[in-house]
């Protein structure tokens, strides 16, 4: 653990302290504690095209203790905030729903719970983070290990060597915290990362060696890619400037799953600044893919309705502006169709392995 | 037929050599031929009569008994007092537990008029046989078919007669008879036949034995004698259950609602084949002599105008009345504006005497009602009535408090409550118990958008909550859309009425809803500030490490919430806002200080007007007469007990 941690109280603890601080001069000034806190939303973020991040703008939300609509939400802070601190005191990590279970309890002489589920708590979290400029690895909260990596790589992980070329076809989970304090990268011989969205993908593509033949570090997040990974394909590209190819599905949500990687998510905004990673490169699938590859349109899934609006509100995001990236989501849409990364193994099995990556890499075939 | 149908030749031809071989004579066919008698076709069909099966068997002939004897008290102007008996019948076995047993005998005894010794055989043992058909007054019974149908069932299940006693006075003795029907003829055969000693002075006993079962919950004897009460507070019922529990119903309303007059069907409400026998019937001789005494509603000036519009000459004999003649007469009277008929033939229950039933029998915090003034479907006069009972009462709800003390898990619920409304059915004061769903006040209900009152309701379904819902309709002709008389039949103008009278109750549900929520909401509103006061306390003294000076910082805090909250100014606010039914007409809420609104005490009242209202608004209505509020005493002084503001709401109440 790191040696800062240790110190009488770190930057951390005295900003939890500080809503407590708010409570109390408000008290002693006979005014009504108020938070003030960050909007989260599409409306309150702007998009730095210079350094290609999503920032977070200056509106604010007061969160005040007197007024009916906010007291719950209100003392509920205050109570995740005594937790966190709490984690702090004592140098633990903990998970989301920890966090719930360790803040609920039933109000005294009522029957009234704290919190009635965790997506209560959830926001109120990400509420303290936003407001306190603390990242959430700061504030010793941790997600579940959601993500695998495999290749050239070289990681002490609280002191144990790993080596991620020596892990077999499972790979190394990654943490859900990666910070330098907690993880370090002793080595590193890769030429590029690639980060892929579907776990059975990244399967076929360890399998296949794939990270062996064209020497680079294979990531996948299984979905949406948790903060641990973000963060490691971030000091993949700053620490040893190794540029990262994104491979998602052809649909709206690939899209955005590629946006949030490189430029950051709209409801964590401020977070951009550690886990954006704007020279990331979308490598497929791409809508004009099936018809370079020969895919048949019988493997294609017709868009729903959701689909399209989710489309057409991507067209109108401001990172989403250059003309290769309206050409790309325009095509989905007057196609109607989206494809899969699995749909390529009715080619072959090892299509995508063998023909369709490096086809691509060999071409520079991606968008930025 | 068909055969020949399919072939255009004309019917010399030939037959066709496919022609089957083993064919009937027309001869032959005509010897079999013959008259169905009505009981023997019930008793092939008798589940049109509502004996499907055993369960439903019971209920119907309890049903029949039970609505004959109300109906033959309230004609004769007697406060109807009836006695309900289930007994098990087992041949010699020692009897098994009502709920295992298949064989009641089922006996019924009122102290009404009686019936003339002549008359009971015929009444209890020959389908269709009655007084109630042939005349167009609000009855419960409509067809006669009822109480000969269940001895009817009796005789074919059990093999046993119906026995009746009946005596119409103290001077004349009781008769007793044993009676079965003779199902080929419709005509009754009397098996025994004596005059007895009977303690009473009149009134009749009716007892039959069937094949049933006997099972509590839904759509059972128990439940149709509970409704039956909350419709007829003005009756005394005892009902001795199988297990041998005696259940007394006292009357709560001492007064026999006005009897209902006769009347002649309007025009409107005929077809083209009624109106020809009526023109063969009639006594008249002349047409608009007919028109103007056969009908309601038609003057002399009108039955002259109509038969100017026929070209009919008035002078001329019904009789000789037929064919092109009558069908453009029928299309002229149709055509021509005739008031709509009289409403005399009815006698709604009245909104006091529903709020006083549904406050006996139920369980709730806010009762209301509503009688629609009366509408007109097909020529048949008739009156929407709807009740509204909500809450879970007061008992129940302090019940549900102390659970609550425990702590909620996870996905659990304060309330817990998700149960849907129950609606009651009653067509002429009788409940309807079977084929909810085909019933258009089933219908009604689901389509009144109950959301826009404060009650949860999903897509198609009842609305959810604490809630019965009461609808009656009154009319000389209930259209039911079968003989066992289960559901109202689906017409538009009913529709219209029940929606309507849905609505007001939905509205003043809605209103009373709301009030409740604002005056728990303030004190809600300063009740979290406390609770959560305590809480931001406690998580900042371990955020600053425990060094806080709690108690002070709990005082300020509290300080400024009073002062945000209006302080003591809310106490005021919250004892003025505790509802009341003022501006909710014919509605009772009851808190646990008190009831406020209109009950009907089980107490003999003065004769107040039970007629449905006039044309005034029922606001108006309210304003002119003095509020009358009658508390429970018991209640009354609970509540000055338990430490509530009884001066305060004195004066509020004045004001």
Request: charged letters at 30%.
């Amino acid at each position: 653990m790191a040696q800062t941690q240790r110190a009488k109280s770190s930057p951390v603890e005295r900003k939890l302290i500080g809503v407590a601080d708010v409570v109390i001069t408000a008290a002693q000034r006979r005014q009504d504690p108020t938070l003030s806190i960050p909007v989260r939303s599409l409306s309150n973020v702007t998009f730095n095209e210079h350094k290609g991040l999503i920032e977070m703008g200056k509106g604010k939300q007061a969160r005040s203790f007197f007024n009916v609509g906010m007291a719950k939400k209100f003392m509920q802070t205050v109570l995740v905030a005594d937790a966190l601190c709490e984690l702090q005191r004592s140098d633990l990590t903990t998970s989301l729903r920890e966090i719930y279970y360790r803040t609920k309890h039933t109000i005294k002489d009522s029957h009234e719970n704290t919190f009635d589920a965790q997506d209560e708590s959830d926001p109120v979290i990400e509420d303290l983070e936003v407001s306190l400029e603390a990242l959430r690895e700061e504030l010793h909260v941790r997600a579940e290990n959601g993500g695998s990596v495999v290749g050239p790589l070289v990681l002490a992980d609280d002191g144990d060597r790993v080596d991620c070329a020596k892990l077999g076809k499972g790979g190394y989970s990654v943490p859900s915290i990666v910070e330098p304090e907690y993880l370090q990268i002793r080595k590193c011989t890769a030429d590029f990362v690639l980060l892929v969205e579907k776990g059975t993908q990244w399967n076929r593509l360890s399998e296949d060696k794939f990270w062996r033949k064209y020497n680079c570090i294979l990531l996948t997040g299984n979905g949406q890619p948790p903060r641990g990974v973000r963060r490691l394909a971030r000091r993949l590209h700053e620490e040893r400037r190794l540029p990262v190819y994104v491979l998602v599905d052809n649909d709206p949500w690939g899209y955005y799953i590629y946006s949030v990687i490189k430029q950051g998510s709209i409801n964590l905004a401020f977070e951009s600044q550690r886990m954006a990673i704007p020279k990331a490169k979308f490598i497929g699938l791409s809508s004009a893919d099936p018809e370079r590859y020969g895919l048949p349109r019988n493997v294609g899934i017709k868009l729903n309705d959701k689909d399209t609006t989710r489309a057409r509100e991507l067209l109108n995001y401001p990172w989403f502006q250059k003309t290769g990236w309206q050409q790309e989501i325009k095509q989905m849409l007057s196609s109607g169709l989206k494809y899969e990364l699995d749909a390529l193994a009715n080619k072959d099995f090892q299509y995508l392995t063998k023909k369709y990556l490096p086809r691509k890499l060999k071409e520079k075939d991606w968008l930025d | 037929m068909s055969t020949r149908g399919r072939k255009p030749e004309p019917p010399q031809a030939s037959p066709p050599a496919s022609r089957p071989e083993a064919t009937v004579s027309a001869v032959e066919m005509g010897a079999r031929q013959r008259e169905i008698s009505v009981s023997e076709f019930f008793t092939k069909n008798r589940h049109l009569l509502g004996f499907d099966n055993p369960r439903k068997a019971l209920l119907t002939c309890v049903k029949e008994a039970v609505d004959n004897a109300l109906d033959a008290c309230e004609e004769a102007g007697i406060l109807p007092q009836v006695v309900v008996k289930l007994e098990v019948v087992s041949n010699g076995e020692p009897p098994p537990p009502p709920s295992q047993a298949s064989r009641f005998r089922i006996t019924v005894t009122d102290y009404g008029p009686g019936i003339v010794r002549q008359q009971i055989p015929r009444i209890f043992a020959k389908l269709l046989y009655g007084s109630k058909f042939h005349r167009l007054r609000m009855s419960r019974g409509q067809q006669g078919i009822g109480i000969s149908a269940a001895g009817m069932y009796g005789q074919l299940t059990t093999g046993k007669p119906v026995q009746i006693i009946s005596r119409t006075s103290a001077r004349t003795p009781a008769h007793y008879f044993e009676v079965q029907i003779d199902t080929k003829k419709n005509e009754p055969r009397i098996l025994e036949k004596k005059q007895i000693h009977w303690d009473s002075h009149r009134g009749t006993q009716v007892t039959i034995e069937v094949e049933g079962r006997y099972q509590k919950g839904r759509a059972s004897v128990d439940e149709y004698i509970e409704q039956t009460i909350i419709t007829n507070p003005h009756v005394k019922l005892t009902y001795i259950t199988p297990e041998g529990e005696t259940k007394e119903y006292p009357r709560t309303y001492h007064e026999l609602p006005p009897s209902p007059r006769e009347i002649k069907p309007h025009p409107y409400g005929i077809e083209l084949g009624m109106l020809l026998k009526m023109l063969q019937d009639t006594k008249s001789h002349w047409l608009s002599g007919f028109l103007a005494s056969d009908f309601s509603r038609v003057s002399p000036r009108l039955a002259e105008e109509i038969c100017k519009a026929a070209g009919i000459s008035p002078r001329k004999r019904p009789r000789d009345i037929h064919g092109q003649a009558a069908e453009t007469l029928y299309k002229v009277i149709q055509s021509t504006k005739i008031m709509a008929p009289p409403t005399n033939c009815l006698s709604p229950i009245g909104e006091k005497a529903i709020l006083s039933g549904l406050y006996q029998q139920i369980k709730g915090e806010f009762y209301t009602a509503v009688s629609r003034p009366p509408a007109v479907y097909r020529g048949n006069p008739f009156v929407i009535e709807a009740g509204l009972a909500y809450g879970q009462g007061l008992a129940e709800a302090a019940e549900n408090q102390e659970e609550k003390k425990i702590p909620l898990a996870e996905g659990e619920d304060q309330q817990g409550n998700h149960e849907l409304a129950r609606v009651i059915r009653y067509a002429n004061r009788v409940p309807l118990l079977y084929q909810q769903s085909a019933c258009a006040i089933f219908k009604s209900v689901l389509d009144t958008t109950w959301r826009n009152y404060g009650v949860a309701q999903s897509k198609g379904a009842l609305p959810a909550g604490p809630m019965v819902i009461l609808v009656h309709m009154a009319s000389v002709w209930v259209p039911f859309t079968s003989e066992s008389k289960e559901a109202i039949a689906d017409y538009d103008e009913i529709r219209k009425e029940i929606t309507l009278a849905l609505r007001e109750c939905g509205r003043r549900l809605g209103t009373f809803l709301k009030r409740r929520e604002r005056a728990q909401s303030e004190y809600r509103r300063r009740n979290i500030f406390e609770l959560y006061i305590e809480e931001v306390v406690e998580a900042c003294n371990r955020l600053k490490g425990g060094r806080l000076p709690t108690e002070k910082l709990k005082e300020q805090l509290q300080k400024i919430a009073m002062k945000r909250t209006g302080g003591e100014k809310t106490d005021e606010l919250l004892g003025k806002k505790g509802g009341g039914p003022e501006g909710l007409p014919h509605s009772i809420i009851i808190t646990p200080e008190g009831i406020e609104g209109e009950v009907s005490v089980p107490i003999a009242e003065a004769p107040t007007e039970t007629a449905p209202p006039k044309g005034t608004p029922e606001d108006e209505e309210e304003a002119a007469r003095p509020a009358r509020r009658v508390q429970k005493p018991q209640r009354k002084t609970t509540a000055r007990k338990a430490g509530g503001k009884p001066e305060k709401r004195e004066t509020r109440k004045r004001r």
